[in-house]
């Protein structure tokens, strides 16, 4: 199983930006996808994270701001950022809580992080 994010890049502080990021390999299915991010210095911390039924949660700090989205059939997480701020930025990582159809086990699988900067 791969997780494959895209969309990092620079971006100036008010404007938005879209992260993607596609799961593949050996899947059964997901439960919940989800964002993360690390600043310098900084531990990991949850961005938002959505079920495969749509229900979301978000930080606080990312409310109102972003979106988090993901198309089922495509194994696909979505990030739409808007209102960006300096302190947004940091690497990003999605991940995955899912059950394989090699081991059937469930477990959580990490993207290798995309490193968005926001400039003020």
């Known amino acids: 199983v791969q997780l494959q994010a895209s969309g990092g890049g620079l971006v100036q502080a008010g404007g938005s930006l879209r992260l993607s990021c596609a799961a593949s390999g050996s899947i059964f299915n997901i439960n919940v996808m989800g964002w993360y991010r690390q600043a310098p210095g900084n531990r990991r911390e949850l961005v938002a994270t959505?079920?495969?039924?749509?229900?979301?949660n978000y930080a606080d700090s990312v409310k109102g701001r972003f979106t988090i989205s993901r198309d089922n059939a495509r194994n696909t997480v979505y990030l739409e950022m808007g209102s960006l701020k300096p302190e947004d930025t940091a690497v990003y990582y999605c991940?995955?809580?899912?059950?394989?159809?090699?081991?059937?086990?469930?477990?959580?699988?990490w993207g290798q992080g995309t490193l968005f900067t926001v400039s003020s």
């Open positions: 959505i079920t495969f039924g749509g229900t979301t």
């Open positions: 991940n995955a809580d899912l059950r394989t159809t090699t081991t059937w086990s469930r477990d959580i699988y």
